[in-house]
């Protein structure tokens, strides 16, 4: 299984701000974060902790297996957004797998990008410079969390 291509936040910023794109429908944002979820998200992002993700592929699958771009983030993009990223790609392998013969629709085209720098250098790149990329920021939380 290969490894997710990472994505920077302004090329994951270039699909938010796009008015002719839909989040959940030609990108999904997964944030794979706790609690600090709290502390502010990326708009349009859905909320699947790590822990959770193997129980919740089917569900993914089922709800963004036709959504071109899917990117998996967590706090640095260093554990769980990538391994998280990863148990979805294994996902989508299974699926195509399981569906050989029937050309895979829309999931064989679907990317998995990992966020470089998570959602911490999200939020550094964008709470200042353009707010309306930081959905929900609690600049206190952000205060008192040590990423």
């Not at 706790?34 to 909320?47: L, Q």
């Not at 399981?98 to 966020?115: E, I, M, W």
């Amino acid at each position: 299984m290969s490894v997710p291509e990472r994505l920077t936040a302004d090329e994951l910023a270039a699909l938010v701000r796009d008015k002719d794109k839909v989040p959940g429908t030609d990108y999904v944002v997964i944030d794979v974060r706790d609690e600090d979820f709290k502390v502010g998200h990326i708009p349009g992002a859905v909320n699947v902790p790590a822990h959770e993700i193997r129980g919740a592929t089917s569900r993914l699958l089922s709800e963004y297996g036709g959504v071109p771009t899917v990117v998996f983030h967590c706090a640095l993009s260093q554990v769980r957004g990538p391994k998280s990223a990863r148990i979805y790609k294994e996902a989508v392998a299974e699926a195509l797998e399981s569906a050989a013969g029937a050309g895979g629709g829309p999931l064989a085209d679907q990317k998995v990008y990992v966020l470089t720098g998570g959602f911490v250098a999200w939020a550094y790149r964008f709470k200042d410079a353009e707010p309306e990329l930081v959905a929900a920021f609690d600049q206190q939380l952000w205060d008192d969390e040590t990423f």
